[in-house]
Each structure stands twice: as structure tokens, then as C-alpha cells.
Nanobody
């Protein structure tokens, strides 16, 4: 079974930064688009950012544009989400996902494998 493993979550004050990482011990995802989603308590899972297989295309939710940066290192089989100027409304469980293809998608249906999530808590 393919497993994605996220790390880097934690507690941070508003305005602070965190860097999330995601890797897959059992699958090389260099040919696939990768995405980050988040889910706050009582809310549906929402798109945060995505990157194409080559890293040449990136997409962001309007709510994080200009503050978050998604990147990938295919040699290390790792995707990152740099989160700067965090806001309290960013408190959520953040999930890494691997796409069906190398093309970016912005809905959960466009992704095949998911990690267990990492908690990000932003205090005001």
C-alpha cells in the first residue's frame, strides 16, 4: 500500500512560519502531480497548493497566495510546503496527496494517495 508521510507541523504564533515536508517510502512520485490540502474542525477538506510533476507549474488557493510556496525535489522524492505569515485561520490538519497523473488538479478527486496529515496550529 502506498504511504505518504507528512512532517513539520506544529504550533506557531500568527505571523510565523512552518515548512511541511512529504515523502513516500513506497512509491516514487516524480511523475505525478502533488498537492497539499487542509481540513479544519467542522469544515470540508480544502485545496491549498499543487505542483506539476516537473515543478514547472504551481497553483495556490487565493487564501494562501503570496504567503505559501510549494516545491519539490524529485531526487529526494519529497514535496514541501513553505508557509509564511501564518494566520489563525490556517489552523488545520494538512494533508499531502499524490495525483493520478502529472497534471495539477485542485480538487481532492484529482488525487489518488493521501498521507495521514500533520497538525498545524496558529495562535493569535
Amino acid at each position: 500500500q502506498v504511504q505518504l508521510v507528512e512532517s513539520g507541523g506544529g504550533l506557531v504564533q500568527a505571523g510565523g512560519s512552518l515548512r511541511l515536508s512529504c515523502t513516500s517510502p513506497g512509491r516514487t512520485f516524480s511523475r505525478y502531480a502533488m498537492g497539499w490540502f487542509r481540513q479544519a474542525p467542522g469544515k470540508e477538506r480544502e485545496f491549498v497548493a499543487a505542483i506539476s510533476w516537473s515543478g514547472g507549474s504551481t497553483y495556490y488557493a487565493d487564501s494562501v497566495k503570496g504567503r505559501f510556496t510549494i516545491s519539490r525535489d524529485n531526487a529526494k522524492n519529497t514535496v514541501y510546503l513553505q508557509m509564511d505569515n501564518l494566520k489563525p485561520e490556517g489552523t488545520a490538519v494538512y494533508y499531502c496527496s499524490s495525483g493520478h497523473t502529472g497534471v495539477v488538479r485542485v480538487t481532492p478527486e484529482g488525487y489518488e494517495y493521501w498521507g495521514q496529515g500533520t497538525q498545524v496550529t496558529v495562535s493569535s
